[in-house]
């Protein structure tokens, strides 16, 4: 790819002419930390940023939301029309909505959202948090950014990697070079990257391995894990009638499955009555089920999950133990 240079006092303006196609999002500073939101005059981009509190998920998939109401006795399906533009992505948030996608993408109301997005990559400066090398989500995926900002002097270099970017390229914001690279991927030095398929192999010996109650006995069951996760995605649906009888409709919202009742079923029984299921259920699904099904973790090592955890329980230093236990 070789890629095209603007000026860093020309990006704003760049964003701005999108705004008339895109509701235009990036990460901003919100009192001492970094969150993903619309952004304007009064909100102007951060692109030298550890990581978002949350990630675009909330976007794509949101906390909560209408699928459907009746309204005097008519049906009317809630699929969503706006189209949204992310700017500033890291990687491994890029590498998450890949992996979203996999699961998520018969989904129409997910689909309806992803369908006319645009995304808009930039370098990311590591933090001893992240793993994004052991999940295998530290390299741009192929094919799904439309344009990746690398920092170069007074400006950014920017190559398209999808037709969608090559058009916005045109724009005379945009400024030829002679700058060309053949791949690009995070600079994230992890002493020793774990090896995700030893972890997914080692489910196999490890579902009674007294290192579950080791794990779990910090566990806190208060959800921020999964709130976080770029790649947690379990909701419940609840149907809501008015006062009006012919008025009605039902949302879905997020759900946990380190919650006492994400796993309770008709009659009461509960299939994860404790803690420690619980918490190996997360793990279960993110390094076993998933790669089983899609054949990579549904983790990418962004480490908000080791950031936001009340209890300091560290995912990473978790798998290493389940590597070798």
Known sequence: MIGKKIKKGDVGRFLSSLAGEYTVIGPVKHGSVFMFA??????????????????????????????????????????????????????????????????????????????GMLIMG???????ECFCKSMNADRLPHGVCDLFFREEGDGYIVYAGTE???????????????????????????KKPLDYE?????????????????????????????????????????????????????ERFWDSCTLLNFATVAGGHKFRPNIKDRFRNIYTHKFKSFVDEFGLPACVG????????????????????????
């Open 302 to 325: 962004c480490g908000r999950c080791i950031v936001y955890c009340p209890a300091g329980i560290n995912m990473r230093a978790n798998l290493e133990k389940l590597e070798v236990g």
């Open 38 to 115: 619309e952004i304007d005059d009064e909100h102007p981009p951060v692109l030298d940023y550890p990581r978002t509190v949350l990630p675009v998920k909330k976007y794509l998939h949101p906390p909560r939301e209408t699928m459907f109401e009746f309204r005097k006795g008519e049906f009317r399906e809630m699929l969503p029309e706006s189209r949204l533009a992310f700017f500033g992505l890291h990687i491994c948030d890029i590498n998450a909505i890949v992996r979203l996608d996999m699961a998520m993408a018969s989904d129409p109301y997910y689909s309806a959202r992803r369908g």
């Open 164 to 190: 969608k970017g090559r058009k916005l390229l045109g724009s005379p914001l945009f400024h030829a070079t002679d700058l060309a690279v053949t791949g690009i991927s995070a600079e994230c030095e992890e």
């Open 122 to 128: 930039v370098e990311c400066k590591p933090s001893e």
């Open 198 to 250: 030893k972890v997914w192999r080692s489910f196999a010996r490890n579902h009674t391995n007294p290192l579950w109650d080791e794990m779990a006995r910090l566990c806190l069951g208060c959800t921020n894990c999964t709130t976080v996760c770029p790649l947690c995605y379990c909701y419940d649906v609840a149907d809501t009638s008015e006062v009006v009888p012919e008025n009605s409709r039902r």
